[in-house]
């Protein structure tokens, strides 16, 4: 069995403006994200840490690593999802994010999830 075989987590990704807590006069655009993590894999795994890179349309960069996510480690057995949502704030109308996972296996191997780039934006914003 390979190793992506046995360390497969799979992660969806959706995103959505939040107008009503958002100030596009004073440069302030709120976003929320729902994450879908599933374990495609033959390991259960515990995720232990995040770390996230969100970039604004002007190429300005926020770092954060954190332990597990909102607050939770969970633990993915295989077949497993674990879903929550969380937020990002914005000082231009569009931006991305990526990052990654740190999970451990129950046969103590750490691994990386990573978290392919997504874009957040306003509706109706073309960049």
């Keep these: 069995m390979t190793e992506q075989n046995r ?3 799979d992660i969806k990704v959706q995103t959505a403006y939040v107008k ?6 004073n440069q302030h655009y709120v976003f929320v994200y729902q994450i879908t993590i599933c374990n495609l894999g033959t390991e259960a795994a515990k995720l232990v840490s995040r770390h996230w890179t969100i970039t604004d349309a002007q190429g300005t960069v926020q770092e954060v690593h954190g332990v597990g996510v909102v607050g939770e480690q969970p633990y993915l057995k295989p077949g497993d999802i674990f879903e929550y949502a969380s937020g990002a704030v914005l000082n231009t109308p569009v931006g991305s994010m990526s990052g ?7 046969d103590g191997k750490a691994f990386t999830a990573e978290i392919p780039p997504f874009r957040l934006a306003v509706p109706h914003v073309i960049h």
Aim: net charge negative; proline share 6%; glycine share 0%.
């Design 7 to 9: 360390y497969h987590i």
């Design 20 to 25: 009503e807590q958002s100030d596009p006069a």
């Design 100 to 106: 990654s996972y740190e999970l451990v296996a129950d």
